[in-house]
């Protein structure tokens, strides 16, 4: 399947789920805060209207996710997707973002996420195939 990421009122997120689902999509929530709601009321919406799983990725390293995730899996039985960056980035000199998080602490990171309910696991901005390695390993 397709994923689909977009933040917005859970009204919007109604009438987008609708709409992927009868195109047989994956869902992906990207929201940290809904108008009209949280990321946990729309999580349960999602299910409730079907989707295969819910999830949260880039916005902020694994470190800053073990609650939201722990959350997340209270109130869902679906699979929970985490994919993070690798930490907060800041801007260097040349306008480009630095990540803070190298791959083995990312992996670490990761590792309590599945340990706290994540069932699908990656990474977004700053990871790179070795970060994805490091995580295979560590879940291994």
């Not at 992927?20 to 299910?47: H, P």
């Not at 929970?80 to 040349?94: F, H, L, Q, T, Y």
Request: hydrophobic share 45%.
């Amino acid at each position: 399947g397709s994923a689909v990421r977009f933040s917005g009122s859970v009204t919007v997120m109604r009438i987008s789920w609708l709409i992927f689902q009868r195109l047989s999509m994956l869902l992906i929530l990207k929201c940290w805060k809904l108008f009209g709601g949280n990321i946990y009321d729309a999580v349960e919406t999602l299910e409730q209207m079907g989707a295969d799983a819910v999830g949260i990725n880039c916005s902020t390293g694994p470190d800053q996710l073990v609650s939201v995730v722990k959350n997340i899996r209270e109130k869902v039985s679906i699979p929970v997707i985490v994919k993070p960056n690798a930490g907060m980035p800041v801007i260097d000199e040349k306008g480009n973002p630095v990540y803070s998080m190298g791959a083995e602490e990312f992996a670490e990171h990761m590792k309590v996420l599945t340990e706290a309910g994540a069932d699908i696991v990656g990474g977004c901005c700053g990871t790179t195939p070795e970060y994805i390695r490091k995580l295979a390993d560590i879940l291994k």
